[in-house]
């Protein structure tokens, strides 16, 4: 059994309007009448329209049988009024621009946590919440119809703004295995928690109140199941870690690798699926990124996380010599769902629990798992600067092969590149990334399942 449902309604990063990076999710065990969570509102109804109008496969769950009267564009509407919060990884247009343009029109959505607030909710981080606020729904761009406070006095405000605390990944915070318990999932639904992690997007250049200069930031996103403790990995746009003023991702692979290799009761790993950008085909330069990935990068990136999977593989099995799991340690940490407002909560598996749970995975896994070879890539269009390449280091260096086995790489974001036209198709740009990935990854035999989003895509986790 699955545990959740996630369709695509834009894969792309602009300037295609109709394909613009936007994904909604549900539980698996709800229904779409139930609530969706919107990750990322680039594209909105008319992208739904378009996919409802060639196919209704991605919605075929749809509880409320289809009035024969009610058109495409109807149905979307309907669909996207289902939106409960829309969670958003930074404020780019080609992220928000649907979030924006309907904010006015939807009907009140499905009552989220029972809570007599019926506004739809904008979750990010403070950063995005503000700029959203001050730029956007100023009264200017666009009508202010969004309130930062649950008063429901004022009518007017149809959502709430609702800022989550970014877990910064510092040492402080971050225990040896990557996965501390003062890691804060927040609550987004009364079934779906989320981590928030900042990853650096390029270089903000201007200088003013709200976007003082310096590093631009993006979110990961860690969504989580609360009641089966599945967990998927989500990127907003990126920018490799090895061109980054203020490197990060690397932050998110110690987390990711410590889910990668653990188990849950169920005898799933915790996290088997991630979403991430390759904006552009291997032709573009470093010079031209613009604060996104390219195959060459995202290889460099999963190789990070392979050591990282690695490290801690080998990290269990010098710790583990022999005791098994008991009933007790398998048994997932109940998770509190206190209303309207529930407190923080932390992560699923206590880490000593953790640790015993994940002994007899990483004994079948290890053996061929030779720890880090992490190198640049070795394209001759890129030159990625050694000296701000922060990987680890491993005694005994051989190989990371083999060590995403059974982690699917979703591969989105893509940037129609015109002037490439030639050779990439209309409608084939993500296929060509991807397989250009693919090809990359394939030499490195890193286990890795890669796939390319689509617009209409229904995946599940
Ligand atoms: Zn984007
Ligand atoms: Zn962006």
Redesign the pocket.
Request: proline share 0%.
């Given at each position: 059994m699955h545990s959740f449902d996630f369709v695509c309604l834009g894969a792309g990063?602009?300037p295609v309007e109709t394909d613009l990076?936007a994904y909604l999710l549900k539980p698996a065990s709800s229904s779409w009448e139930d609530g969706i969570i919107a990750v990322e509102a680039?594209s909105g109804i008319g992208a739904l329209r378009n996919i409802l109008s060639s196919t209704r496969q991605a919605f075929h769950d749809l509880q409320t049988s289809p009035n024969p009267h009610e058109s495409h564009e109807m149905l979307a509407s309907r669909l996207y009024s289902y939106i409960q919060t829309f969670l958003i990884s930074h404020s780019?247009l080609?992220?928000v621009l649907s979030l924006v343009l309907s904010a006015g029109s939807l009907p009140q959505p499905p009552p989220l946590h029972n809570s007599p607030v019926k506004r739809r909710r904008i979750v990010g981080t403070r950063q995005v919440l503000d700029d959203l606020a001050t730029m956007i729904f100023s009264d200017r761009i666009w009508p202010n119809l969004v309130s930062w406070s649950t008063e429901p006095s004022v009518p007017d405000f149809l959502y709430l703004y609702e800022p989550i605390e970014p877990h910064t990944g510092s040492s402080d915070e971050i225990s040896s295995d990557g996965l501390d318990s003062t890691l804060r999932y927040h609550p987004i639904s009364s079934m779906v928690s989320v981590l928030a992690m900042p990853i650096s997007h390029g270089l903000c250049r201007s200088s003013h109140a709200h976007a003082p200069s310096g590093t631009y930031n993006s979110s990961a996103f860690f969504i989580r199941n609360v009641v089966t403790h599945k967990q998927f990995l989500f990127f907003?746009?990126v920018e490799p870690d090895s061109l980054a003023a203020n490197p990060s991702t690397k932050h998110v692979w110690r987390v990711a690798a410590s889910l990668i290799t653990s188990t849950l009761p169920s005898g799933l790993k915790a996290l088997d699926s991630i979403f991430i950008?390759c904006?552009w085909p291997t032709t573009r330069g470093d010079k031209e990124l613009y604060g996104h990935l390219n195959p060459q990068h995202l290889l460099h990136e999963m190789k990070v996380l392979a050591s990282e999977v690695c490290r801690l593989q080998r990290a269990q099995q010098i710790q583990s010599p022999t005791s098994k799991p008991t009933t007790e340690e398998l048994t997932p940490t109940p998770q509190p769902n206190n209303g309207e407002k529930p407190p923080y909560f932390y992560g699923f598996i206590k880490q000593q629990r953790r640790r015993t749970v994940t002994k007899r995975q990483s004994r079948s896994n290890a053996a061929d798992c030779n720890a880090s070879d992490v190198s640049i890539p070795t394209s001759s269009s890129v030159a990625i600067p050694a000296s701000n390449v922060d990987v680890p280091i491993h005694p005994d260096p051989t190989s990371i092969k083999g060590s995403l086995k059974g982690v699917k790489l979703y591969v989105m974001?893509f940037k129609a590149p015109m002037e490439l036209a030639a050779g990439i198709e209309h409608g084939k740009l993500s296929q060509h990334i991807t397989s250009e990935f693919r090809a990359l990854a394939e030499k490195e035999e890193l286990g890795l399942e890669v796939i390319a989003m689509e617009q209409g895509m229904r995946v599940s986790i």
């Open positions: 990063g602009g990076s680039g780019h080609d992220h907003g746009d950008e904006s974001h």
